[in-house]
């Protein structure tokens, strides 16, 4: 190496330490987010919805958070998707998991729907899964509105997601803030660290936030929308309007409005209401984001915000005008988020043991890599792929029992019957799932089952 390259490296080397010392900060690993809301109108699902994920874009998304208001919720349709999957939840997993992403969880309440989906590599890297729901219809006695939340740990970053649908008509805009600060204080979580939605590092809000276009008259709202100047309508937006006086909406960062107001329309129509009410159109679907402000970041318990921070960059945000299933167009943006990885290792390493086939017992491996609270209800999974949801296990192993104390390090081989291993074969994978932390922590590499072989003789 010569002189001038041994300077000019020892100049970047100090330049970045110096970067360092002064708050700056050099992401390692980033990731793409893709986000959706739509109020459905108790709609039945399209028959596609790959424009509306966005599937073909590079680099692929690696999370993808799907938000719904007023799913079909009648009695008799609500009572039978707790018995099995909706249909809309059904779609999106039936065109997510070919594409190797895997349902991390889904919480409902009433039309309100949340779905989170990541790439099965990242499965183990996400942990402390929990959901929740705040009512706030008819005096919160009812969950037409409201919100619905998902909040886990990715890479060891906090990260929340909010749906909400908050109240209707234009002359309810100070409702709506009211209902969305009574879900932030409302909403707990079962962590010390982060029991409320604002005291994650990263929140992202959305829904039918229902906020309209105050002032401007049917005809000028209708001129700017047909010659594309929506920038005329954006100081007339009341969730604009209202971010002006309320503090804690100020901390949420929101895109651009550079598509077509997304309510109301006729249904299998781009063209907007023309029945007798003439609703004024508006933007009342929308995805906004909120990192934790470093003032607050500094008085929490573990204080790794400066030492690992995330950056939140927006990609898209627009509306998708090609679904007409419903009054609303579905709104969607795509994110990245830069981070530093506060860890990399899974919990637990799992793997098979030679051939797997029906025709004989199997043996599995796991070996505990770090601490962590493990319960007499964990249990190894066998998950076909692709898999689609996380809760859709082949066959359940329970792993520990009272004679037995997994140590760190501490080298286990379990046995399983072969009458738990399907007899049709296929691609699987193991997993070790943590009911404390209601995630799985461990996941072997794909392996093959063989088929049974019938005997003839």
């Known amino acids: 190496m010569s002189s001038d390259d041994e300077a000019g490296e020892e100049v970047s080397r100090t330049l970045d ?18 986000i959706v809301t739509w109020n459905v109108a108790t709609a039945e699902p399209p028959e596609d919805v790959t424009s509306l994920l966005q599937l073909d874009v ?23 998707n707790l018995i099995v999957e909706d249909s809309w939840s059904h779609l999106f997993m039936d065109t997510l998991a070919p594409k190797g992403l895997v349902k991390i969880t889904s919480v409902r309440m009433q039309g309100l729907l949340l779905l989170v989906f990541a790439k099965q590599t990242h499965l183990p890297h996400i942990r402390d899964v929990q959901t929740t729901y705040t009512r706030t219809g008819i005096f919160g006695y009812w969950g037409n509105k409201g919100g619905v939340s998902v909040r886990f740990s990715f890479y060891g970053h906090m990260l929340c997601f909010l ?10 805009a100070l409702q709506r803030v009211d209902e969305f600060e009574y879900i932030l204080d409302t909403q707990d979580f079962d962590f010390y660290d982060t029991p409320h939605v604002l005291d994650h590092k990263v929140v992202f809000w959305f829904g039918d936030l229902n906020f309209r276009i105050a002032d401007h ?7 700017s929308i047909n010659s594309e100047r929506f920038h005329l309508l954006w100081s007339k937006d009341q969730l604009t309007m209202m971010k002006k006086n309320e503090p804690f909406l100020q901390e949420f960062e929101e895109g651009p409005l550079n598509f077509k107001p997304t309510y109301k329309f006729g249904r299998k129509s781009d063209d907007y209401d023309t029945s007798g009410k003439k609703r004024k159109p508006a933007w009342t679907d929308r995805i906004l984001w909120r990192i934790k402000p470093k003032h607050l970041a500094s008085t929490s318990t573990h204080n790794d915000q400066d030492e690992y921070p995330v950056l939140v960059t927006q990609n898209t945000y627009t509306s998708d005008m090609s679904y007409g299933v419903s009054d609303h167009k579905p709104v969607l943006a795509n994110f990245t988020l830069e981070l530093r990885k506060c860890f990399d290792t899974p919990l637990v390493n799992i793997s098979p043991v030679g051939v797997w086939s029906a025709d004989q017992n199997a043996l599995l491996t796991y070996t505990v890599q770090e601490d962590f609270m493990s319960s007499l209800w964990d249990w190894i999974g066998l998950y076909r792929v692709p898999w689609g949801s996380r809760g859709k296990v082949e066959h359940l ?17 379990r046995c399983v019957d072969k009458d738990a291993i399907p007899l049709l074969g296929g691609e699987y994978v193991l997993g070790y799932y943590s009911t404390n932390m209601n995630s799985i922590i461990g996941l072997s590499d794909k392996f093959q089952v063989s088929l049974l072989q019938q005997n003839n003789s």
């Open 17 to 34: 330490e110096a970067f360092q010392l002064c708050g700056g900060f050099i992401p390692s690993d980033a990731f793409r987010l893709h």
């Open 58 to 80: 590079q680099p692929p998304s690696d999370l993808f958070v799907i938000g719904l208001q007023e799913v079909n919720a009648t009695p008799l349709r609500f009572i039978s």
């Open 163 to 172: 749906n909400c649908h908050l109240a209707a008509h234009i002359q309810n």
């Open 217 to 223: 008259g049917l005809h000028f709202l209708r001129s």
């Open 397 to 413: 192993l329970h792993v520990l029992d009272t004679s037995v104390n997994i140590f760190l390090f501490f080298f286990l081989q």
